[in-house]
């Protein structure tokens, strides 16, 4: 951990005389406060530990095993994020002692010792805590104590620091947990200067490629010449609307992120300009910030030099923060508290407040509850800027400030979309881009230049317009109201616009509305015509809500209660939208009117408010008003589609409205982005349909938005240099029925078992997963087997697969989606299975985009996409070795060329199967 030790001389700290508990899915195993260790199954261990305190790991993971409501847990994981915030581990008794550097348990019996050696050396560690000064363990731990009735392990941090706890002391929640007086300000700087023009040329490429690599690393051609080409999208512009544009597809094992670190930083140095750098994963973004310290080896030059950005909605707000600690005393359950506890200390720890990076546990958030960590982001827009107390610790704030003056800047796909979609003409945009993951750039689009006039995203507009309602103390939920106030005091004429707003909004969707809904007495006009959509999606498509998807019927015709109902809310939103507009004129008059008497934080605030007022007055409630239009005018478009949906998670029904997206989100992402534009490249594995488009790479330009972009784009394709013929086989099972969950299960277990293990389920739907796995967990685990699972197991799907890479030889479930985030080299991964062919499911929306794209070729394609990417997991080294297995006789052979040409594709019997498996390992 790279933590001072604790001095040698002090004694060991106390711990609880309680039992240790870890269990697998057949048996727990336990470690009682007597020393006795038992072995029993989960129904008996629920019994014995029935009200019994008891130490583990991941508390909400084992009593999902267990089938325990609740128990008192002393969850060694709280421990470590307590002692060590910011830092990483696996959340198992494994992954702990890994963490450690204590020695790792060799079988299931040692895993409740190794939890009493991972809690005396956390305790051990705690006495040289580097964050003292910033978040005081003792103040914080007390306030988690909740005077004896919170957390399990405060006395004995108490303990551990030769310290009395007293649960009758007097606990201030704001005192204890006011880390943000410690945070770093910002400060401004000079807007950086326009980047000068300077092309980078091959030789120079290839020159930093082989510094990045080091000297003795062995020279690869493709990586070279692909280096090279993506440095072609750093050349001068020669012609407004010629921008550089260049597409590379390289296989898997070309080293792409180097290859195009090496020109973008290249170019970056240079011109003193700064390269966007856009993915799709979390784990991508992280792999190429952790490829940066190959050429920023100094974390201080690293630091001025790269940046990532994401949305606000991923970062740790500390009004939030402020506003929870100060009832945390008060809290009605203990777990808030704890929560809070952890969140303090994590503040205090973390350099860029990314609630989402590599400095944040993903498991905590499983652990603590999502409203204590990712919900205290500011998710609504609610930021009130410079009338905040944290403006200057902001870690928004810092993060924009800082990616102003980098060199490369690492984003996500829907970041770049957005501030795509909402820039002016006249902002200053980057001018170059590399985007990789490019495959996943048409669903970005469609997600970012799209319209939802649903419950939800009514509700949210409400809540920002007037805040939390109903008596809810919240500091920052005042609204609209509270963020303008002061800016309109003294012009009457905006205190009008402001109250007029006020009682506008009145029309939208509030809190309670699925009660109301069930109630069939919704409330206002929002409600009303939602209830209406509700009625006529239900009247029309009830035999799909057996199936526990989504519930979606056509816009026409409309029913005459939806006609009424959409009309008034019609009117309803262009009486808000109305002194919207005008609040943010007058704001925006009251800046460029200004002779210099306003501050600069003011200046930043007015312009930061009117441009959000004019963007969801202009943008958002517009849209609204033209979907609205369309049921009460019906005026066909090909290039959009509407439909009415009840979205439903796991049956249960979460939002209800109507959709409108772009038939093709590349245009006017396209369109977007081509004013600022002078090179772009995108990159990725799977951006052809197939080997014979080499030639055209039709699909390819116009699923990454190339096609509708000035000029001409130059292509190349990087074959993997792994040998796939010999690394790996493609078998199709033709004597398993994929729709009887019995056989499919058998199928699963005996081909999880063939392998050894160390294999990933794929499925298309998430019934048929939890299928299986109620099916198979026990026996795999009778062959010392582990089975982890995505909707099963109460852990993010990042930290699961962590999991997974760890712990050879389990084995994980997941939907296809999964395929995205697994990275897992190695004897980790030797086996994929998919249940059946993912075909896309035939949404309203996808029936549009099959008859613009080209009926079955366009379904082919996605499909055969969908197997490339899968199949792309299972060689990730040299070494690997793999083999590749669909459930699915039904496999067309014409979608046979989504694997590599010299692959072995056979089409087996499970038998036969098996034994090919056992004797290619």
């Known amino acids: 951990m790279n933590q001072p030790a604790a001095t040698s001389n002090a004694s060991p700290p106390p711990l609880p005389a309680i039992h240790a508990l870890y269990t697998d899915a057949r048996n727990a195993y336990i470690l009682t406060d007597e020393g006795e260790m038992k072995t029993l199954p989960l129904d008996q261990a629920a019994t014995y530990l029935h009200k019994q305190p008891v130490m583990v790991c991941h508390a909400p993971y084992m009593r999902s095993k267990l089938k325990m409501d609740e128990f008192y ?94 649960p009758e002391a007097p606990i201030n929640g704001k005192a204890a947990i006011s880390v943000w007086k410690n945070l770093p300000e910002w400060a401004d700087e000079a807007p950086p200067p326009p980047p000068s023009h300077f092309g980078v040329s091959p030789e120079e490429a290839q020159e930093r490629l082989k510094q990045l690599l080091g000297q003795a690393a062995e020279k690869r051609e493709a990586q070279m010449d692909f280096s090279s080409h993506i440095a072609e999208s750093f050349q001068p512009a020669q012609d407004i609307d010629d921008p550089h544009l260049i597409m590379a597809e390289a296989g898997t094992g070309v080293g792409k992120t180097l290859g195009y670190l090496a020109p973008a930083s290249v170019w970056a140095e240079k011109n003193k300009g700064t390269v966007w750098v856009s993915t799709y994963t979390k784990n991508l973004q992280r792999q190429i910030d952790q490829e940066l310290d190959k050429l920023y080896p100094e974390p201080t030059v690293k630091d001025a030099h790269v940046a990532i950005r994401k949305g606000r909605e991923n970062y740790l707000c500390l009004l939030n923060l402020e506003e929870s600690a100060a009832g945390a005393a008060l809290a009605k359950h203990y777990t808030t508290t704890i929560a809070i506890g952890l969140m303090a200390r994590w503040t205090a720890a973390t350099n860029d407040g990314d609630l989402t990076g590599a400095q944040f546990p993903g498991w905590l958030s499983g652990l603590l509850g999502y409203a204590h ?122 205190e009008d616009a402001l109250q007029n707003i006020v009682t506008a909004a009145q029309c939208l969707t509030t809190d309670g ?148 997206h772009y038939t093709d989100p590349m245009k006017p992402f396209a369109a977007s982005i081509r004013p600022h534009l002078q090179g772009l490249a995108v990159t990725s594995a799977t951006m052809r349909d197939s080997a014979q488009e080499n030639e055209t ?67 298309t739907a998430i019934s048929r997963l939890k299928n299986v796995y109620e099916s198979i967990a026990s026996s795999l685990e009778s062959n010392n087997i582990p089975l982890y699972a995505q909707h099963i197991d109460n852990i993010d799907t990042g930290t699961l697969v962590d999991m997974f890479r760890d712990n050879i030889p389990s084995c994980l479930l997941g939907t296809d989606a999964i395929r995205d985030g697994v990275d897992v080299p190695g004897e980790a991964l030797r086996l994929i299975a998919f249940d059946r062919v993912p075909w896309p499911r035939p949404t309203i929306l996808h029936k549009a985009r099959r008859e613009a794209f080209g009926g079955r070729q366009y379904d082919e394609m996605l499909t055969r996409l969908k197997l490339k990417q899968a199949f792309g997991r299972l060689i990730r080294r040299a070494d690997d070795k793999g083999v590749f297995v669909m459930l699915d006789s039904a496999l067309p052979s014409r979608l046979h060329d989504a694997f590599p040409q010299d692959v072995e594709i056979q089409k087996v019997g499970l038998n036969e199967a098996i034994d090919q498996i056992k004797s290619f390992f």
């Open 73 to 166: 847990a002393f969850d060694v994981l709280e421990l470590f994020a307590f002692v060590h915030p910011a830092h990483f581990c696996i959340p198992t008794p494994h992954g702990l002692c890994q963490a450690l550097e204590l020695e790792t348990p060799s079988s299931l019996d040692e895993m409740p010792f190794a939890l009493l050696d991972i809690a005396r050396t956390l305790l051990t560690s705690l006495r040289s805590d580097p964050y003292k000064a910033k978040a005081e363990p003792l103040a914080i731990a007390a306030l988690m104590g909740l005077n004896g009735k919170g957390w399990a392990w405060t006395p004995f941090i108490f303990s551990a620091l030769s310290q009395i706890y007293s």
């Open 373 to 494: 960590t990712r919900g205290l982001s500011d998710r609504r827009g609610e930021c009130i800027y410079s009338a905040c107390d944290h403006y200057k610790n902001c870690f928004v704030e810092r993060a924009v400030r800082k990616s102003k003056h980098a060199r490369i800047v690492i984003a996500n796909h829907a970041l770049v979309m957005i501030n795509a979609a909402l820039a002016d003409a006249e902002e200053d945009m980057p001018s170059h881009y590399i985007f990789d993951e490019a495959h996943h750039l048409f669903s970005a689009a469609d997600s970012a230049f799209a319209a939802h006039l649903t419950a939800q995203e009514t509700r949210d507009f409400r809540r920002w317009l007037l805040g939390a309602e109903g008596g809810r103390r919240s500091g920052r939920a005042n609204g609209l109201k509270r963020r303008a106030q002061d800016l309109c005091e003294g012009m009457s004429e905006a």
């Open 513 to 660: 509305w699925t009660r109301r809904f069930k109630e069939a007495a919704p409330s206002g006009p929002a409600e009303k015509f939602l209830y209406d959509v509700y009625a006529q999606v239900m009247a029309r498509e009830s035999n799909q809500a057996s199936m526990g998807y989504s519930i979606e019927t056509h816009t026409h015709p409309v029913n005459e209660a939806i006609l009424q109902s959409a009309k008034d809310f019609k009117i309803a939103l262009l009486v808000l939208q109305k002194p919207m507009q005008a609040l943010s004129k007058i704001l925006h008059k009251k800046l460029t009117d200004d002779d210099g008497h306003l501050d600069s934080d003011t200046r930043k605030r007015l312009d930061t408010l009117s441009t959000s007022i004019e963007r969801r007055a202009s943008h958002t409630l517009q849209s609204w008003i033209e979907m609205l239009d369309n049921l009460l005018k019906p005026q066909h478009s090909p290039e959009l589609i509407d439909w009415m949906e009840i979205e439903r998670i796991d049956g249960r029904s979460v939002d209800i409205g109507l959709y409108r």
């Open 697 to 763: 790479w039709e699909s390819a330009e116009q699923r990454s938005g190339l096609k509708y972009l000035p000029g001409s784009p130059k292509h190349k394709y990087y074959s993997s240099p792994f040998d796939y013929k010999n690394q790996t086989k493609v078998l199709i099972i033709n004597d398993v029925n994929k729709n009887d969950m019995m056989q499919l299960a058998a199928a699963y277990r005996a081909l999880f078992i063939a392998s050894g293990g160390a294999a990933l389920g794929l499925f």
